[in-house]
């Protein structure tokens, strides 16, 4: 019964009126100018310094696990897009706080990362499963799948190269670019 009239709140138009309301008044920055819990003074730790703190934490995490980034294996570079993925994730919480000239490029360039590390995360799964098939199989099967995996491997070995030199020169910009909110 609960959990109906939990669907019949959402679905009401006063619902749909607050949420709207809530997006305006976030998007809309007013929550800086009002008082904290109606005592008439603001919230005491700005919300500049505590994205900063966790903004910072994140990068840290994201130079320390990419350390020697161009000679890691492919577990330790799939670390590294994990932690991408996180600092992306908490700018983009952030990311009214700030303006959008100075974050598109950063946020540019972790999208870029991350999504050329996926890749190559994707192409070692994949030489793992084709080398699972292979161990499955026997005489004329074994080598048609080891002839379609060499195929598969050939044709990404041969993309990832192009890839593999444009990450090296992503990740050294990155690094050495000043990160937006403390610039």
């Known amino acids: 019964a609960a959990y109906q009239r939990a669907r019949e709140a959402i679905g009401c138009n006063r619902y749909y009126g607050l949420v709207m309301l809530l997006g305006a008044w976030a998007e809309g ?3 800086r100018e009002q008082s904290f819990a109606g005592q008439g003074h603001r919230i005491p730790v ?3 310094e505590v994205a900063h703190r966790l903004l910072d934490d994140l990068l840290a995490s994201v130079r320390t696990t990419g350390e ?3 000679e890691l294996d492919a577990e330790r570079r799939h ?5 991408i993925k996180k600092l992306r994730y908490g700018i ?10 100075r974050v598109r490029p950063y946020l540019a ?5 991350q999504d050329d590390l996926g890749a190559n ?3 070692e799964v994949a030489r793992k499963l084709l080398k699972a098939a292979v161990k499955g199989s026997a005489g004329k099967e074994k080598n048609r799948i080891l002839f379609a995996s060499g195929l598969v491997i050939g044709w990404h070995s041969h993309v990832g190269d192009d890839r593999e030199r444009r ?10 670019r000043l990160p937006f909110w403390n610039g």
């Not at 983009?92 to 000239?101: H, K, N, T």
């Open 46 to 48: 700005g919300v500049l």
């Open 109 to 113: 360039a972790l999208k870029s990362l």
């Open 121 to 123: 995360n994707d192409v």
């Open 79 to 83: 670390k590294v897009r994990i932690q």
């Open 92 to 101: 983009e919480f952030f990311l009214s706080l700030y303006l959008q000239r």
């Open 68 to 70: 020697g980034f161009e």
């Open 167 to 176: 990450l090296g020169a992503d990740w050294r910009t990155f690094i050495g």
């Open 29 to 31: 920055r007013r929550w």
